[in-house]
């Protein structure tokens, strides 16, 4: 059963009623389920995969601790992940070990495959750019 939020607020002796929250209990339940996430990175003509693990936060937002890896090795980056799993999905990062480097940020629209296709950008450093895969969130 769905219970409305309703948000109160007393403003200077006034009494003032919010709107009921939208959005259905199936779609809240799903979001908070999601533990991993994973795709392709194509960049400076390599193809590797990534993942992140997932934490929600609520809203489609996800604390993320992603693992990619170039020429073999793993790199370590920690940012976020948000995605309403319909149509579209966006993160960022910031290196946190084992070689990694610089800050991203990537965004993306999901395909009928339930695969998005992003672009993805270094925010500092070099400013490389390339593409990226990322599944439906797990």
């Given at each position: 059963m769905k219970i409305p939020l309703i948000t109160i607020v007393v403003l200077g002796g006034m009494l003032v009623l919010g709107g009921v929250c939208s959005g259905s209990d199936k779609d809240s339940a799903k979001l908070s389920k999601i533990t991993s996430i994973k795709g392709m990175c194509t960049f400076s003509g390599k193809q590797n995969p990534w993942s992140a693990k997932l934490t929600p936060k609520g809203d489609g937002t996800y604390d993320a601790t992603y693992v990619s890896t170039w020429n073999g090795k793993a790199l370590d980056y920690v940012g976020t992940?948000?995605?309403?799993?319909?149509?579209?999905?966006?993160?960022?990062?910031?290196?946190?070990?084992?070689?990694?480097?610089?800050?991203?940020?990537?965004?993306?629209?999901?395909?009928?495959?339930?695969?998005?296709?992003?672009?993805?950008?270094?925010?500092?450093?070099?400013?490389?750019?390339?593409?990226?895969?990322?599944?439906?969130?797990q």
């Amino acid at each position: 059963m769905k219970i409305p939020l309703i948000t109160i607020v007393v403003l200077g002796g006034m009494l003032v009623l919010g709107g009921v929250c939208s959005g259905s209990d199936k779609d809240s339940a799903k979001l908070s389920k999601i533990t991993s996430i994973k795709g392709m990175c194509t960049f400076s003509g390599k193809q590797n995969p990534w993942s992140a693990k997932l934490t929600p936060k609520g809203d489609g937002t996800y604390d993320a601790t992603y693992v990619s890896t170039w020429n073999g090795k793993a790199l370590d980056y920690v940012g976020t992940v948000k995605t309403d799993l319909k149509s579209e999905i966006s993160g960022s990062g910031k290196a946190s070990g084992r070689g990694a480097n610089g800050t991203f940020e990537f965004s993306g629209k999901y395909g009928n495959d339930g695969i998005a296709q992003c672009s993805y950008n270094e925010v500092n450093g070099r400013g490389r750019k390339g593409t990226m895969t990322a599944e439906m969130p797990q």
